[in-house]
Nanobody, 113 residues
Framework: QVQLVESGGGLVQAGGSLRLSCAVS????????MGWYRQAPGKQRELVAI???????NYADFVKGRFTISRDNAKNTVYLQMNSLKPEDTAVYYC???????WGQGTQVTVSS
């Protein structure tokens, strides 16, 4: 059974930081690309960042220079370090096995102005 469990969300003031984690089980984590997505109220889910099995990263333009995706294959965990947060970053953040159908339950990030 595949499970993705996100954690680390919360309420933070603009300019602050949060670190999201996604613990993955039930798949061979190290061979899978992983992604972070987000969905704000009334909007479609959108890609935030992707990390390949080899560690290559790609970011949406709206987070470049502020967010960093990383992975720890020994812990089957993918991270999203979010700095310089803005109110428009408020959303539910999800991790995803790229190319698969597996999603976590999401973790709420709220940035106050």
């Amino acid at each position: 059974q595949v499970q993705l469990v996100e954690s680390g969300g919360g309420l933070v003031q603009a300019g602050g930081s949060l670190r999201l984690s996604c613990a993955v089980s039930g798949i061979i984590f190290r061979i899978n690309a992983m992604g972070w997505y987000r969905q704000a109220p009334g909007k479609q889910r959108e890609l935030v960042a992707i990390i390949s099995s080899s560690g290559r990263t790609n970011y949406a333009d709206f987070v470049k220079g502020r967010f960093t995706i990383s992975r720890d294959n020994a812990k089957n965990t993918v991270y999203l370090q979010m700095n310089s947060l803005k109110p428009e970053d408020t959303a539910v953040y999800y991790c995803h096995v790229v190319g698969g159908t597996y999603w976590g339950q999401g973790t709420q990030v709220t940035v106050s102005s």
